[in-house]
């Protein structure tokens, strides 16, 4: 869908799509403009449930002036209809704002990734995610020698450590 020199909102808006039996959703629309636009120049994604008031995405839904080429999405949308509105302005016959391939899809359910043996730093990992994977975690010992706060630090301290000083305590 293309608008050009529209003087006035532009306003598309998609019929109701049901969603009751495949939500959550994700919906993405692709856009672009191309011109020289001002700041009063905009296209703005919305989506509606079940017929309820209409809410920005949360990414990339308000754009205005010159941005090129994006992607406006919102995740986990939940209901049993979906509308989804697009509103666009500019004024000039070399502006443009372009809107196209407006994908729902069902956000499916991803369990967490495992390590196999959290004590070997060679064990495997299944359930990985597509794409790039990040993990986070804690270190605490069992002896008393470290907590997550200094793990990286000379306050942890080694079980050997721990025991000489037990050692040293004890007389032994």
Known sequence: ?????????????????????????????????????????????????DGGPETFFTTN???????????????NLSG???????????NRSTEYHYFDDIVV??????TEPTITTITS????VSGLWQGDNQFRWSVFSTHGGCDSASAGSSKC?????????????DGR
């Open 61 to 75: 839904g308000n754009l205005n002036d010159d941005f090129g080429n994006l992607t406006a999405s919102v995740t």
């Open 105 to 110: 899809r069902q956000v499916m359910a991803q």
């Open 1 to 49: 869908m293309v608008g050009r020199d529209l003087d006035a909102e532009a306003v598309w808006r998609s019929s109701s799509i049901p969603i009751a039996s495949v939500s959550p959703v994700k919906v993405s629309v692709n856009l672009q403009e191309t011109g020289t636009l001002e700041n009063d120049d905009y296209i703005r994604v919305y989506y509606s449930i």
């Open 80 to 90: 049993n209809n979906l509308r989804i509105i697009i509103r666009c302005r500019n």
């Open 157 to 169: 301290r080694t079980a050997t450590d721990i025991l000489r000083n037990q050692q040293y305590r």
């Open 121 to 124: 730093p060679t064990s495997t």
